[in-house]
């Protein structure tokens, strides 16, 4: 996933990386990444049918025991067509907690018929590598994985294990998300490295902001249900189970819900304000700040589509079926309604909001959204984390400002954060946004990348686990 537009960190003052310089060069570290990210592209790591998952951890896992982790420390465990790797870089300090790099080695589906290029043919080409899971995110995962290799390479130390924790099926079900959350929770923190968290300017190339993810809302789909007794369609009633339903919807699409603000996002918009273009949006944003129920600002932010989605709570139907011929009243009409729900609330409770809306005795509400979807605080801004990102980035990137964000969801993040422990949406790579292609035709990465990759991790697993 990719966590778009630009906020400046506030923790009292924007903070903005103002000097550096890339460090020296990693070739073999480099070098291993493209190697790596090709390799995993070209193992149709998509769940059913000869789902290759295992191969994609095999083949991370193969690259760690040639670097010199024990066989013991890593482990590859087969969970229905999938499966998820977990390995352990002991630290020297057994009592401290470990940081985790998570990723997930599963991708959306691709028809080759499709795309100009096969899938699952790596292809580098004109600067980029084409291919499925080039930005969602098998080039990310190969990427930290060779940086924490090149640290070992270098002879560093950690005093905190690091624990690559790579999903298998987090476009799908989401259960070794699950399961590696629960056997991870007593994690210091987790850098989830999951999609691009910078941008690039259109028309230089060069870095606008990085952004770093804090929060995200819940996912949630709920179904409306309106029966009656149907009959023949020359006699209409009163009730109408087509009709019934509609006005139900026509209040629920209307209704909007309470703004709201946590420190994520007031950091968020505070920075944005600064930077943005846009006199009229920007003044809404510092209004919003100041007075979340201004109407004046709600009404700009409401109507942007960039913004409307960070300021409350958002619910849309999405799907509607009804009736069972022309020539009869329909005995039942079903909808469906997407949630995105700000931290914070349950699904419960937004559900009772929505019933209250709709105003409609006869309109069942049930929550059909299952066991892969989870309520998930804001992780803390923490000093530690944004100190060692900001150090990071200035080391890989040079003067770019940092960003905070909350997206609409879902990641695993969101697993870490239901059982306590801080998840930062953290990754190393920039792109356009003309060049974001995740889950759709011909998917790509920038090369650029790499070199600039290796030095943002290696610079922040040594902070963040060094000490």
């Not at 670097?67 to 067509?81: F, H």
């Not at 401290?96 to 691709?110: F, N, R, T, W, Y």
Request: aromatic share 6%; net charge negative.
């Amino acid at each position: 996933m990719r966590y778009s537009l630009p906020v400046l960190l506030s923790l009292g003052a924007s903070l903005l990386v103002t000097t550096g310089a890339q460090a020296k060069g990693h070739p073999e570290a480099e070098k291993q990444v493209l190697d790596l990210s090709k390799q995993a592209i070209a193992l149709r790591s998509v769940r059913g049918p000869g789902n290759k998952t295992g191969e994609v951890a095999a083949l991370f896992r193969d690259a760690l025991l040639k670097a010199g982790w024990q066989p013991g420390d890593i482990e590859i465990v087969p969970l229905d067509d999938t499966a998820y790797l977990i390995a352990t870089w002991p630290g020297s300090d057994p009592s401290l907690k470990p940081i985790v790099i998570s990723a997930h080695m599963d991708v959306v589906e691709a028809r080759p018929a499709d795309w100009e290029r096969d899938p699952f043919t790596p292809v580098v080409e004109n600067g980029y590598l084409y291919g499925r899971g080039a930005s969602d995110t098998k080039f990310e995962a190969a990427l930290a994985l060779s940086s924490m290799i090149e640290l070992r390479r270098e002879g560093f130390r950690p005093k905190r294990s690091i624990v690559i924790a790579y999903s298998g099926d987090e476009e799908t079900t989401m259960d070794t998300s699950k399961v590696i959350a629960q056997r991870l929770k007593n994690a210091e923190l987790v850098l989830n490295v999951d999609g691009s968290s910078g941008s690039l300017s259109e028309k230089t190339g060069k870095p606008l902001y990085w952004s770093w993810q804090g929060a995200e809302k819940t996912y949630v789909d709920y179904t409306v249900t309106v029966t009656s007794a149907g009959g023949h369609s020359s006699a209409p009633r009163a009730e109408n189970a087509i009709v019934q339903l509609s006005e139900a919807m026509t209040r629920i699409g209307a209704y909007r819900f309470k703004p709201e603000l946590n420190d994520v996002t007031r950091a968020y918009w505070s920075g944005a304000a600064k930077i943005e273009p846009d006199a009229e949006l920007a003044a809404a944003m510092k209004a919003f700040v100041a007075n979340p129920d201004d109407p004046a600002a709600l009404a700009v932010l409401r109507a942007n589509p960039a913004t409307v989605g960070k300021v409350s709570t958002t619910c849309v139907p999405t799907m509607i079926s009804g009736g069972h011929a022309q020539n009869a009243l329909p005995q039942s009409a079903v909808a469906n309604i997407n949630c995105r729900i700000f931290p914070g609330h349950t699904r419960a409770q937004i559900m009772a909001e929505l019933e209250k809306v709709a105003a409609m005795p006869a309109a069942k509400f049930a929550d059909v959204t299952g066991d892969d979807s989870i309520e998930a605080p804001a992780s803390p801004v923490r000093p530690d984390f944004v100190a060692a990102a900001g150090k990071a980035v200035k080391a890989a990137w040079g003067p770019v400002p940092i960003t905070p964000s909350q997206s609409s969801g879902a990641s695993d993040s969101m697993w870490y954060r239901a059982v306590g422990v801080p998840s930062y949406g953290a990754s190393a790579s920039m792109i356009k946004d003309s060049d974001e292609f995740a889950h759709g035709l011909n998917e790509r990465i920038g090369l650029l990348n790499i070199a600039p990759g290796v030095v943002y991790y290696t610079t922040l697993l040594k902070d963040l686990a060094g000490k």
